[in-house]
């Protein structure tokens, strides 16, 4: 605990996260700033900088404020832009959210992000140990593209 306060919300900062440009703030404050000027559906991380500095986010500072839920509509919206397989794709980012949040009480973008990864590593084992159907190499695509896309956005 530190005793100086949240500069959104002037409360002591319990629990906090530190942008790339040093400014604290509670997470919930700091989500709610960024995102106030977006719908839910489509987040532009340039329009919001930092509140204190105005200096841009970096991918930390993205992935640090963003909720699970937030993450998987951004990448809703990045997939269908971007990819060209973009229902299977798409599909498996909420499928990712849906896993995540049976397993753990609040969902981060990390944790959507690293069930992705696992599935694709399962896949990719199964694939080493001879065990490959027709529709192996397509899963196996599709989460690299969703991986890429979030390395991408997001610096992961």
């Known amino acids: 605990m530190t005793s100086e306060p949240c500069a ?6 319990e629990e906090f996260i530190t942008l790339s440009c040093s400014h604290r703030f509670h997470k919930k404050c700091i989500n709610q700033v960024i995102y106030k000027f977006e719908d839910d559906n489509h987040i532009d991380f340039t329009l919001n900088p930092c509140p204190m500095c105005r200096s841009h986010l970096s991918c930390q500072d993205k992935r640090l404020c963003i909720t699970g839920k937030q993450f998987t509509r951004v990448m809703h919206n990045i997939l269908i832009s971007d990819i060209e397989n973009k229902p299977e794709c798409v599909g498996s ?25 696992a599935w694709r590593e399962t896949k990719l084992s199964s694939v080493e140990d001879g065990y490959f159907d027709s529709d192996d190499q397509k899963i196996i695509r ?8 979030c390395k991408r956005y997001f610096g992961f």
């Open 142 to 149: 599709e989460y690299t593209e969703i991986l890429d896309v």
């Open 8 to 13: 959104i919300c002037l409360d002591p900062l």
């Open 93 to 117: 980012i909420y499928d990712a959210y849906q896993q995540v949040e049976e397993e753990h009480e609040t969902v981060t973008a990390e944790h959507v992000y690293e069930e992705i990864f």
